[in-house]
Each structure stands twice: as structure tokens, then as C-alpha cells.
């Protein structure tokens, strides 16, 4: 036996080990068509995030037109733009050249004395963009924390998210974790009462423009439900952005609660805010609702609790979603469905069957085609599919149906580089050449023709992968990575199993 052969059986061995180690010692991720689980669209209210960068917009223009002596009377946004009011008209020329020099992100137009201010298409379309990109790797981070690594969660059109999740059939627990804006605010509170009403009293033309009214939590006071009303200061004394860590833990009464830890930043601002709140409260509020109110005693720096009438999984649910951060905008969940792993047995039981029936009559094909050659490449198969197999599971690749679809595939492309490789053998046999000269040759020859069809199919997999939807992703990643393994089986597996065998004189004729 060559030294060459020797290294290539030795190499082979090791392969085959390795993967019979890693196939009985790990589990392959299931997708949502096989194991069943939840599928959730949602809309992200991307209007809103535009008005609320106008609204931090029309404060950055009221300081820096005090900064220049210009006045604004008011300032409102309508139809996603900003109109500014200045107190004196006859400065509206000085205010646009402001605009124009500190502001490149809008344009400018007079409008009846006033002026009227929107974002440029190039900002408007990196607000859009940046909003969804965050939407999604929010929700991937929360689904992550939740527990479910094979989530599959990707943008769908201009304003819309699919998160598919394998496995969780609790439709309404995952709406929780996955629907929650989780905006977490801390606001002074100015007053409260019992009813909105009561509150609105003492503002009869209106709440000014920094006060808003939000809803507390509903509570059973002697047995009657009884829900407290806040006004508070519109902007927060510190928000989520600022959170550093959230963790279950339990209030004074020992029911589930939130603690939450801000980073030092935080803690600095939110120190130096209750030193001057003593005897005030503050409402923790979360998506605009108040949570709890305390009243603030002393200087409270890093940290801070969330309560409320949790259970044990709400309080965990939250503390997930307070970690894996606020959402950029207020989503809306447009379409659900709940997938049962009935219907995904069912699938991969056809599947299956067909992969089987595939694989016997391409093996049987290759045997009664090309003898013993045809037997090698039916083993050359099976060493084929089994690393595909291991490096899917050493990937952490989601197996889907169009990905066992892919698999079948492969089935068929697997023996197309044995069969160019065996009829370029045959080629030089006529020819005149030995067996062990044809063979050389064969592969020899052969190899450029076997390389460049399955670089096109490598190609083609690659841009499926990288454009395609979700399905074809899970289509794409098998044909790809069962393809550029052909290349292996098909040149060298194929090439050292001929090479053993030609080591038996006796199957020389027999062996193409």
C-alpha cells in the first residue's frame, strides 16, 4: 500500500470518528415546520420614532436659537415636520441661516412667517433603516435571553418583523416577551389623584406642553378595584437606556419584583436627580404606564426596584426584556399563528421516505452502472451526507424542511462528480491505457470539469443564502455545504477507496 493511501485512510478514520462521536453526542436544531412552535409578524410604529426625532429636534433648535438671541414662541410638529413660531418675525433670515449651518439633516421652508422644517430623504431613510435594524436585534437579543437560540427572526418589507420561534408553544407568553416595548422612564410626579378628571381640574385651558396625565395600576382596596392617576413631568429623570442589569427579586411584601441597575453614568444623573426629589414621589413607568410611585427619602444613586402585581414568570419575563433593551419604536402584532409538531412529524415522515427511496435508486443506479466503482461512490455518498449531517450540527444550523429538501438534493449532486470522473476512465481505457493509468488520468482530467460544476451550484446556494427568505436560507446552507463536501468525497474519498481496491489485482476488470 502507498504511503499517500495510508495517509489519506488515516485522515478518513479520524473524520469518521470524530462524527460518529459528535453525531451521538449532540442534538440538531429543529425548525419551526418541523418541531412545531409560534410565528409572530409585527408592525413597528416607524411614524412615530420619525415624530420623536422631531421632537428631540425642536429642542436642539430652541437652545441653539437662545444661543444666538432668537426666540421661539412655539414650536409643533405636523404631518411629520417641525413648525417653528418665532417671537420676532424679522429675524426668520438669521434663523434659517442657523438651520442651514448647525442642521445639514433638514431642509428649510417659509411659511407664512414661520418656518417649517423637515428631514432631509437621506436622513429620513437612515432613521427607517437604523429603527428596523434596532427592532430586530432587540428581539433577537430578548428570544436569546427567553432561552431560544434557533429563533429565526428577519425583516419583512419596509416596516414589518417575522420572528419564528421552534419549540414554544405558549402563544401568549411569547406575544409578552416579544410585543412589549419596554420603555422603562422614571418620572417626577407633580400630582395624583384618583381619577383623570380631578387632575385636569386645576389646568382648565389645558396641561402645558411639559405635564402629562398617565394611568396607574388597578388595585383592590377593600374590596373594590381603585386605580390611581398621575401627573407627572413629561421628561423623564432617566430612562432604560441607561440600564445596566435587571434581575428578579421580591418587594417588602415578599411578592416577584424587579431590580434594576444602571450604569455609572445613570447613577450619577439619577443621583444627582433625587437629591432634589426628598419627600417627592416618582413614577416608574413602563410603555407609559405607572408600575409604582415611591416616595423618594433619600439620595438613591445605581440602582432601583420595579413593582407591581407580577407573578413569578411575568417578574422573569420583564427582567428579560429590561436587559435585552427597549424597543426603538411601539410594535404591533398583525398576524400569529401557533404551529403544532404534528403536522411537522407528519412532513418529516414523508421527507424521509422520499430521502431513502432517492438513495436506494441512485445507489442501485451507480452499482448496475459502474460495478465496483459504483459501489465506492454509493460509500462515498454515505460519507458525504454524514459530514453534512456533522457540520450542521457543528454550526448550529436550524434544519428545516426545504433544508432536508436541500439534503435529498444532495443525494443526486453527490455521485455527479463520480460519474464524470468514471466516464472520463472509460474515455482512456478505449484509448488503450491500463486501468491504473485510466483511473490517474481520469481523475486527472476530470477534476476541472467536477470543480467548475460545483462552484456555479456553490454560487447560485450563496445568493440564496445571503437574499433569499427563510426557507430558502435553510434550502441554500444544505445545498452549499453538501456541495463543496461532494468536492472532498468525489476527488479524494472516491480517488483513495479506487486506489485501495486496485491493491486487489483480482477486481481489476470488475472495478469500472
Known amino acids: 500500500m502507498k504511503v499517500d493511501v495510508k495517509i489519506k485512510l488515516v485522515i478518513v478514520f479520524l473524520l469518521l470518528v470524530g462524527s460518529i462521536y459528535l453525531m451521538m453526542t ?13 410565528s409572530i409578524t409585527l408592525k413597528v410604529d416607524i411614524d412615530k420614532v420619525i415624530n420623536d426625532q422631531y421632537a428631540h429636534l425642536g429642542k436642539d433648535i430652541e437652545k441653539k436659537f437662545k444661543e444666538n438671541g432668537i426666540e421661539l414662541l412655539n414650536y409643533k410638529i405636523e404631518n411629520q415636520s417641525l413648525l417653528l413660531v418665532l417671537l420676532d418675525p424679522t429675524k426668520i433670515d438669521k434663523a434659517i441661516e442657523i438651520l442651514k449651518k448647525e442642521f445639514p439633516q433638514v431642509v428649510v421652508e417659509d411659511k407664512d412667517g414661520n418656518l417649517l422644517v423637515k428631514f432631509t430623504d437621506w436622513e429620513l431613510n437612515r432613521i427607517k433603516t437604523q429603527t428596523m435594524k434596532q427592532a430586530v436585534e432587540t428581539l433577537r437579543n430578548r428570544i436569546d435571553q427567553f432561552g431560544t437560540l434557533s429563533a429565526n427572526i428577519t425583516q419583512k418589507g419596509k416596516d414589518r418583523v417575522l420572528v419564528e420561534i421552534p419549540g414554544v408553544i405558549d402563544l401568549n407568553r411569547a406575544k409578552s416577551i416579544i410585543g412589549k416595548t419596554a420603555q422603562l422612564e422614571l418620572k417626577e410626579v407633580v400630582n395624583s389623584a384618583l381619577s383623570k378628571e380631578e387632575l385636569l381640574k386645576d389646568y382648565p385651558n389645558g396641561l402645558p406642553d411639559d405635564l402629562e396625565i398617565l394611568e396607574g395600576q388597578e388595585e383592590i382596596v377593600n374590596g373594590q378595584p381603585v386605580k390611581e392617576w398621575f401627573l407627572v413631568k413629561k421628561t423623564p429623570v432617566i430612562t432604560g437606556a441607561m440600564l445596566k442589569d435587571a434581575r428578579v427579586s421580591t418587594d417588602q411584601a415578599g411578592n416577584p419584583a424587579v431590580n434594576f441597575e444602571l450604569t455609572s453614568e445613570g447613577a450619577e444623573i439619577f443621583g444627582e436627580a433625587t437629591s432634589k426629589m426628598i419627600g417627592k414621589r416618582l413614577a416608574i413607568v413602563l410603555d407609559g404606564k405607572v408600575m ?32 435585552a433593551g427597549a424597543l426603538p419604536a411601539p410594535v404591533e402584532i398583525i398576524e400569529e399563528t401557533v404551529i403544532g409538531p404534528t403536522l411537522g412529524k407528519e412532513s418529516i415522515d414523508k421527507t424521509l421516505t422520499a430521502g431513502i ?23 462515498a455518498l454515505i460519507f458525504n451526507l454524514m459530514l453534512l449531517w456533522v457540520t450542521m450540527l457543528l454550526f448550529d444550523i436550524t434544519l428545516t424542511l426545504p433544508g432536508i429538501a ?7 449532486m453527490g455521485v455527479d462528480g463520480n460519474v464524470v470522473i468514471f466516464e472520463r476512465i472509460k474515455e482512456e481505457l478505449k484509448n488503450g491505457k491500463t486501468l491504473r493509468v485510466a483511473i490517474e488520468e481520469g481523475f486527472k482530467r476530470g477534476f476541472n470539469a467536477v470543480f467548475d460544476s460545483h462552484i456555479t451550484v456553490i454560487i447560485a446556494a450563496l445568493a440564496l443564502l445571503e437574499f433569499g427568505n427563510a426557507p430558502l436560507k435553510g434550502f441554500a446552507a444544505t445545498l452549499s455545504i453538501g456541495t463543496f463536501i461532494n468536492l472532498f468525497t468525489a476527488v479524494f474519498l472516491t480517488k483513495m477507496l479506487l486506489d485501495l481496491v486496485l491493491g486487489g489485482k483480482k477486481y481489476f476488470k470488475y472495478a469500472v
Open 26 to 38: 449532540k442534538q440538531p436544531k429543529l425548525g419551526l415546520d418541523i418541531q412545531g412552535g409560534v
Open 357 to 379: 427511496v432517492s438513495f436506494v435508486l441512485v445507489g442501485l443506479f451507480m452499482i448496475f452502472r459502474y460495478a465496483v466503482s459504483g459501489f465506492i461512490a454509493v460509500v
Open 406 to 412: 436541500g439534503i435529498i438534493l444532495n443525494i443526486g
Open 292 to 323: 409604582s410611585a415611591p416616595v423618594i427619602r433619600s439620595r438613591i444613586t445605581s440602582s432601583g426596584q420595579i413593582t407591581g402585581r407580577f407573578t413569578t414568570e411575568e417578574a422573569n419575563d420583564l427582567a428579560v426584556v429590561l436587559r
